[in-house]
Each structure stands twice: as C-alpha cells, then as structure tokens.
C-alpha cells in the first residue's frame, strides 16, 4: 500500500475521490449515444475526427479487417463500455503518476542518499506501471467506435483532447529523456531536468484534465 505525506499526493487523492463520485456525469453522459433513444438506424457522423475516420470510417482499417460489432447500435455500447474503463484507468492512472511524480521531484531536489537508496527503484517501477496503464487509457479512448455525433462548441470533450495531446507529449517524451539521460553522462544535468519538466506538464495537466472532465459540463 503507497503511503505519502505529501500535500500534492493528498490534494490529488481527494480529486480523485470526487472523480470517481461524479465519475457518471462525466464524459459518458456526453457522448451522443443515449439509451433512452435508440433509432434503428444510426450512421456515422458526418464530421468524424481524422483519427476515428482512419480506424472506423467507412473505409477505414477496422472496417477492411471485418473487426467491431456488425451494427452502429452495438458499435456505439461498445463505446460506451470502452469509455468507462478509460476513465477508470485514468484514475489509477493519476493516482500512480502523483506518487512518481512526488518521489521523482524528491529524487532530484534532494541530497539524501538513504532516501534515493530506498525510493529510487520505486520511482522506476511506478513509471513502468503508469506508462503501461497510460498507453492503455490512450488506447481505449483512440481505438473506441466513433460518437453519434460530434459538437464543434467548446464544451468539457474538447477540453479534453486538448489537455490529452498535451500530457500524451509529455508520457511519451519521460521515458525518452530518462534513458537517453543515462547513456549521455555528459548531458545527465540537463536531460534529467528535461525529464523533470516533461513528468511536471504530464502530472498537472492530466489533473486539469481530471478536473475539468467532473466538473465542467
């Protein structure tokens, strides 16, 4: 069990816990699915994003390969269900990330080599475990069916991939640095700093993004 004194961590688990209370008022009550209507026939939206259009356009890669359900009604509850455990990935997510990111900033700041003798492999395995459960929130947001329709207003969702294209750069730059540290000792000051910065922008901006999906509409 993770225990920490820290103020972040604490603040961020108590974000958390609201989260989760709200956590079906959130992006799922968005989506333009809607189970109390369910037409017969549903297409696909006209201004599907670029990404979706690839993988589930009516050319697109997933329908070549004959693979999802065969109707859009199942394709838009399979949606929903791939929605909900990205969500609830991301939590643990964010929980794992304030732990590594506390420790890492402790790591860096600090001059205690007991404290890095007994921290620094924690810090290393909590950025293997939120990488891994990261890409996998990534990948059930990006391989997930289309919507029903897609709003051009400016509301929470777009909020959303906003923030998401920003801490994704930062997931995706750590562990770059961070090795790229290791092999360079010369540069070891400024990469490790790097590598700092990048876990900074992917912690805060992934709690924006936490925040901004409970409790903005």
């Known amino acids: 069990m ?11 688990l108590l974000v958390l816990f609201f989260h989760s209370i709200v956590l079906s008022q959130s992006i ?4 333009a699915y809607d ?35 065969e109707t859009r009604i ?26 590594q990111y506390d420790v890492g900033k402790e790591l860096y700041d600090g001059n205690d080599s007991n404290y890095w003798d007994s921290h620094y492999d924690k810090h290393k395995a909590m950025g293997y475990f939120t990488y891994m459960t990261y890409m996998s929130t990534a990948s ?3 391989f997930s069916p289309p919507a029903r329709k897609y709003d051009n207003n400016i509301n929470s969702i777009k909020f959303h991939r906003g923030m998401a294209a920003l801490h994704f750069t930062a997931m995706m730059a ?24 990048a876990g900074t922008v992917a912690f805060f901006a992934l709690s924006l993004d936490a925040l901004g999906i409970t409790f903005f509409k």
Do not use: C
């Open 2 to 12: 993770i225990i920490n004194k820290s103020p972040i961590f604490n603040i961020v």
């Open 28 to 31: 799922i009550t968005k989506e």
């Open 35 to 69: 189970n109390r209507f369910t037409p017969p026939e549903i297409g696909l939206p006209e201004n599907i994003p670029f990404v979706k259009n690839i993988i589930w356009g009516e050319n697109g890669t997933f329908r070549k390969l004959n693979i999802g359900p």
């Open 74 to 99: 199942e394709e838009l509850k399979l949606r929903r269900k791939m929605l909900q455990a990205h969500q609830w990935l991301g939590i643990i997510t964010l929980a794992g990330l304030a732990y």
């Open 140 to 142: 059930l947001s990006i």
């Open 174 to 197: 750590q562990p770059f640095l961070a090795k790229k540290a290791v092999e360079n000792g010369k540069r070891y000051n400024d990469l490790m700093d790097a590598h700092l910065k």
